[in-house]
């Protein structure tokens, strides 16, 4: 039978900031899980559902799995510390490095940009979930060839939607294989 399809958060915001704490995780959480639950829901895949986890520690996460970095802003960038002459657009809502398929590719995304909108933690979820989309299935081009909706190069908002094309590209390809830098958890 099929299993759990296991997303991971690790939450790098600084402890004393204001705007976020452990009410905001879990909501977050929650909605990752309802999205990643959709994809699983496609025919093409092969869990039947999936789970969220906050701070795993380093060495949880199989190379099947994801894990996004939830920082407050893009100062903390994982990505332009450990890959320096990666190109990334440090304005944008998030980013993801990748390079080749046994590199271990980073996701980041950056609160800052979301806090300020209705619907935050739906719309931090879909930006997550944008950017896991990067993850799993660069270097096929997520933006041109993705099918809009969470795919989309444009603004993302809470009421983008996860479409059908979204869910059958995620559902093809999650069992693969594509490890996730664990070096900040
Ligand atoms: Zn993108």
Redesign the pocket.
């Known amino acids: 039978m099929a299993g759990v399809y296991n997303v991971y958060l690790k939450n790098l915001v600084p402890e004393d900031n204001m705007d976020w704490g452990e009410g905001d995780m879990y909501a977050v959480g929650l909605h990752i899980k309802q999205l990643f639950d959709e994809v699983c829901q496609n025919s093409n895949s092969t869990y039947s559902t999936s789970d969220y986890w906050w701070d795993p520690p380093k060495g949880t996460v199989k190379d099947t799995e994801l894990l996004v970095y939830v920082l407050f802003d893009s100062s903390q960038s994982l990505i332009a510390k450990t890959r320096p002459k990666w190109k990334i657009d440090l304005t944008?809502g998030?980013n993801?490095f990748f390079l080749g398929y046994s590199t271990p590719r980073i996701s980041e995304i950056y609160l800052n940009t979301m806090l300020k909108f209705l619907d935050a933690h739906l719309l931090i979820a879909k930006l997550a979930f944008?950017?896991l989309?990067?993850n799993k299935l660069e270097p096929f081009s997520?933006?041109t060839s993705g099918g809009g909706g969470l795919a989309t190069?444009g603004m993302i908002t809470s009421s983008t939607p996860l479409n059908d094309t979204n869910k059958e590209l995620m559902a093809k390809k999650l069992g693969k294989r594509i490890p996730q830098y664990q070096g900040a958890l």
């Open positions: 944008k998030g993801t944008h950017e989309m990067h997520v933006h190069g």
